[in-house]
Each structure stands twice: as C-alpha cells, then as structure tokens.
C-alpha cells in the first residue's frame, strides 16, 4: 500500500507569510495527487488536483508542484480564512489515501 | 448546483449494522461515468476513505474494511448507501458522502457507536 506523509504536521504563520507543506509518497504515484482545505466542522474543500492544476474557484495564492514522490503545496500570502487544515491525497483508479495533514494556526 | 445530503441513524450499537444514505440532488446519479464515495473522519483525526461505487453498479472498497463493507445505488431515489456491519467504538466517526473526485461533499453526518 502506499503511505502518504506530510510534514510539518503543525505550522504556526502570521498573515502575509508565505507556507510551504510538503507530502511525501512512498513510492511514485506520478502526477496522481490532490490538496484539500478543511475547517472546523466542515467537509474538506479540494484546492489543486493532478499535482498543480487549481480547482475552479481556488485563488491563485495557492499552488501545488511536485511529481513521483514528493509534492508541495504553497499558500503565496497566507489570508485569514487560510487558517485550516491541509491534507494531501493520493487517488488512483481503485482508492484515495491521504496524508495525516498539517494544520496551519496563527502565530 | 449538485448538493449530497447524509443521512441515517446517528447512535448505532455495538456489533450492528450501520447504515447511511446519501441523497443527491442536481444529478442524476446513474448518468455519466462518475464515482460516488464514502469516507469518514473520527474527532479530531484524519480521513479515512471507505469506498466508492459506479454509476453502473461496480465497487472499490479499502481493505481495510472490505469485509464489513457494503455499498449500493438507488436509482429510483437518485441516493447511493453504505452499510457498515459489526461495528464498535472505533467506527464513531463524521461519515462524508462526496461525488468523484473534484465533490462536492455532502456536510458529514456523526455517527457514534455506543450502547
């Protein structure tokens, strides 16, 4: 099975800051990777999916690269409503697999 | 606008069956070649994903809990359910509904097993 890790799993930001969360695959899962935001007592939102590409809707703020087996997503100026918890997802054509997230609070 | 709505029993006894619904609406949930999936997240943990089943009927389970799993499709009633059986303590959980990849997701139904 392939594991799916991020890292930092906490990180504390000042609005305005630029955020860097980094996940790690155990093995090459090639472009075949998503990012959610999620915020308390609400259902995950997907921001960027196939590594980097942004879902409609998302601001250009956040960014995803990577391919094989590390990725990184990038708030480029952290906003308020920026204060959530991240999870990187690994999908392919049978199942999804997630990382243990990284949640993002305000320093 | 598709909108995925869970529902079903929110207390569950241990060693019974759990049982939830989805219902969907803004879709027709046996056109096209989506996927429809369960997950869940226990208080204060990460995502699990349990499952997903086909507009046509096909299933992927985690392993993990292939063996207690069982998904279906209601056409008829546009809603596509999980039912989870023998479940315990470690089965309390917020249990998402969402439409293949990209959503939406339904607002999560807390499921607590408890006698």
């Known amino acids: 099975d392939i594991q799916m890790t991020q890292s930092p799993s906490t990180l504390s930001a000042s609005v305005g800051d630029r955020v860097t969360i980094t996940c790690r695959a155990s093995?090459?899962?090639?472009?075949?990777l998503a990012w959610y935001q999620q915020k308390p007592g609400k259902a995950p939102k997907v921001l960027i999916y196939m590594a980097s590409t942004l879902e409609s809707g998302v601001p250009s703020r956040f960014s995803g690269s990577g391919s094989g087996t590390e990725f990184t997503l990038t708030i480029s100026s952290l906003q308020p409503g920026d204060f959530a918890t991240y999870y990187c997802q690994h999908y392919n054509t049978f199942s999804w697999t997630f990382g243990q997230g990284t949640k993002v609070e305000i320093k | 606008q598709v909108q995925l709505q869970e529902s079903g029993p929110r207390l569950v006894e241990p060693s019974q069956t759990l049982s939830l619904k989805c219902t969907v609406s803004?879709?027709?949930?046996?056109?096209?070649?989506?996927?429809w999936n369960w997950l869940r997240q226990p208080a204060g943990k990460g995502l699990e994903y349990i499952g997903r089943i086909y507009a046509r009927g096909g299933t992927d389970y985690n392993p993990s809990l292939k063996s207690r799993v069982t998904m279906s499709v209601d056409a008829s009633n546009n809603q596509f359910s999980l039912r989870l059986t023998s479940v315990t303590a470690a089965d309390t959980a917020v249990y998402y509904c969402?439409?293949?990849?990209?959503?939406?997701w339904g607002q999560g139904i807390l499921v607590t097993v408890s006698s």
């Open positions: 969402t439409k293949d990849l990209l959503g939406p």
């Open positions: 093995q090459s899962i090639s472009s075949w």
């Open positions: 803004g879709d027709s949930i046996s056109s096209g070649y989506w996927y």
